[in-house]
Structures are given as structure tokens and as C-alpha cells.
């Protein structure tokens, strides 16, 4: 007896071939590392200010608000101030993702220089309704530095620049003003671009 086949029967078949196709079918080999040895390195900081979330985010919060705590010059080079993909001067980042109380920026690859996948989130966290943490972290790839020496300078250098920052931020959020910023090489003031 001969079987007829049905364009139901037909779908079918077609289906169950390349359902099989797809399961034997390997990935695709992705390409190799640009850094091949990457160290990813996390600095997570924080500190406890005498406000509400919301206060603290008005007064420090905005992309390019940095300026004014780091004590340097920023300015929105591309797009508007708070969208994604703005581009602020301070090391040409990028803001890649925010919620009502946080961002998250990046910094671009450089001609002639490899890229280290570096990211910094700031964030207000709400404790109670009157006051809150500030948090910024920072994630970045450091194997591109000599030695561990150089890798551990570098991330106290980072370590403290930015635990400057949140105490800045601190000061302004709790109605405070930030003395002038120091000349260079007197110490503190001025922001590494990385």
C-alpha cells in the first residue's frame, strides 16, 4: 500500500531535518582575545550620606555633575546630557546604561592603544527616607600594566582618586561647598582620564 504525502506530513519532515541540522550544528569559533590574558579588577566603594536617594541624585547625579566633584572641566561633546550614548569629556565616556538613581559609562578604543574594558557605575541607594549610600565601582581590565606592582599602584591610584570623588560628592549632597582644587602636582585635584 502506498502512502500519500500530505503537505502537513511534508512541514513535518522539513522540520524534524532541521531541528536535527541545528542540534549537530557546532558554534561558530568566536575570535581570539584582543588582550589574550585580561585581569579583570574591581574597585567597589561607597559612602553614607545624610539625604534621601532622590536629593543625592538631583544634587550629584547628572553625567556630567563629575565635573564638579572630581574638580575638573566636563562638558557633553555628543548627544544630551543623561541619554543613552551622551559622550562627556572626561575620558570620552560613554553613558551606556542608567536608572532613576545610577549610571553606567564606558571608555572608548584609542588608536594604538589596546583596549582595557573599563566601566564605572555610580549609584544612590536609598537606606532610609532620610538618608543613603553612594556607590561608585569601577571594573576594568588591567593586564596590560608591566607587573603586579604596577597592577597593585594602579589600583590604589584608582582607589583613592575615586574615594576622593564619593567624599566630594558627600560634601555637595549634604549642602557643602568643595574647597578650591588644589594646583597640579600639589597632591590632590585632577582626574586621570583612565
Avoid at 49 to 76: F, H, M, S
Avoid at 156 to 161: F, I
Amino acid at each position: 500500500m502506498r502512502k500519500h504525502l500530505t503537505p502537513a506530513r511534508a512541514g513535518l519532515a522539513l522540520t524534524i531535518v532541521c531541528m536535527a541540522r541545528l542540534a549537530s550544528a557546532q558554534p561558530p569559533v568566536p575570535a581570539p582575545l584582543a588582550i589574550p590574558n585580561p585581569n579583570y579588577v574591581s574597585i567597589p566603594l561607597e559612602i553614607t550620606v545624610n539625604r534621601p536617594a532622590a536629593e543625592v541624585w538631583k544634587r550629584v547625579g547628572k553625567y556630567c555633575d563629575i565635573g564638579e566633584w572630581l574638580q575638573i572641566q566636563c562638558t557633553i561633546t555628543s548627544g544630551k546630557d543623561g541619554e543613552f550614548g551622551a559622550v562627556r569629556s572626561v575620558g570620552n565616556e560613554i553613558l551606556v546604561g542608567k536608572t532613576e538613581l545610577s549610571y553606567t559609562y564606558t571608555q572608548p578604543v584609542r588608536v594604538g592603544q589596546p583596549y582595557i574594558l573599563y566601566h564605572g557605575t555610580v549609584e544612590a541607594r536609598p537606606l532610609t527616607a532620610t538618608t543613603s549610600k553612594l556607590i561608585y565601582t569601577l571594573v576594568y581590565d588591567n593586564s596590560t600594566l608591566t607587573d603586579d606592582a604596577a597592577r597593585e599602584q594602579d589600583k590604589a591610584r584608582r582607589t583613592a582618586q575615586f574615594t576622593r570623588a564619593l567624599e566630594n560628592m558627600k560634601t555637595l549632597a549634604e549642602g557643602g561647598t568643595l574647597p578650591p582644587p588644589a594646583t597640579k602636582g600639589g597632591g590632590k585635584g585632577g582626574a586621570s582620564k583612565q
